[in-house]
């Protein structure tokens, strides 16, 4: 059974630094990517940015390009989202998501439970 | 903003049919194919259709999806209760280069 698993809730202050993780388990970390989306409390989802684990190819939304870093550690089929630098717009949950995509075809299949950060003086 | 355009709400009685419409453009849903997720509240996406009108195993047949040109409709038959969610419609965008989501279709169950 494929699952992604999150880690937890974080409440932080403005400038300090974050890194959540989604582990995954259940096929070949190495052989599909796996994409961030960001929804804001009451809003919609928005594509933030992928990581393919198996050449560690990295993509980004131009609206989230060096506001944050995906990495992934193969070790431990785990894939990571990372601020140096939080802001309290960025009080949102993020999910991470196993992505497909070829010519023409796209598809977000199995999502993670999702990781609320909340930035806060 | 979001490149694909979606009805902010949508309501039913039970047992109605409800269609919820996502427009696009050429270069996302004219290029490429369209899928459609079910929010339940407190809850991630869960992906209902894909392929423009395939199901994954599990979603039952009351779902349905098409797509015409630059737009596309989800049609849920059959409204129950267990409905009520937001709807997202999201494609691959050429320009971006990456995925796109609609703005969600909040459905309401009268």
């Known amino acids: 059974e494929v699952q992604l698993v999150q880690s937890g809730a974080e409440v932080k202050k403005p400038g300090e630094s974050l890194k959540i993780s989604c582990r995954v388990s259940g096929y070949v970390f190495t052989t599909s990517w796996i994409g961030w989306v960001r929804q804001i409390p009451g809003k919609g989802l928005e594509w933030m940015g992928s990581i393919y684990p198996g050449d560690s190819d990295t993509r980004y939304s131009p609206s989230f390009q060096g506001q944050v870093t995906i990495s992934a550690d193969k070790s431990i089929s785990t894939a990571y989202l990372q601020w140096s630098s939080l802001k309290a717009s960025d009080t949102a949950m993020y999910y991470c998501?196993?992505?497909?995509?070829?010519?023409?075809?796209?598809?977000?299949?199995?999502w993670g439970q999702g990781t609320l950060v909340t930035v806060s003086s | 903003q979001s490149v694909l355009t979606q009805p902010p709400s949508a309501s039913g009685t039970p047992g109605q049919r409800v269609t919820i419409s996502c427009s696009g453009s050429?270069?996302?849903?004219?290029?490429?194919?369209l899928n459609w997720y079910q929010q339940l509240p407190g809850t991630a996406p869960k992906l209902l259709i894909h392929?423009?009108?395939q199901r994954p195993s599990g979603v039952p047949d009351r779902f349905s999806g098409s797509k015409s040109g630059t737009s596309a409709s989800l049609a849920i038959s059959g409204l129950q209760s267990e409905d009520e969610a937001d709807y997202y419609c999201?494609?691959?965008?050429?320009?971006?280069?990456?995925?796109?989501f609609g703005g969600g279709t909040k459905l309401t169950v009268l």
């Open positions: 050429r270069s996302s849903i004219g290029s490429n194919t």
């Open positions: 998501a196993r992505l497909w995509f070829s010519s023409g075809w796209t598809l977000f299949d199995y």
């Open positions: 999201a494609s691959w965008d050429d320009s971006l280069n990456g995925p796109i």
């Open positions: 392929s423009d009108n």
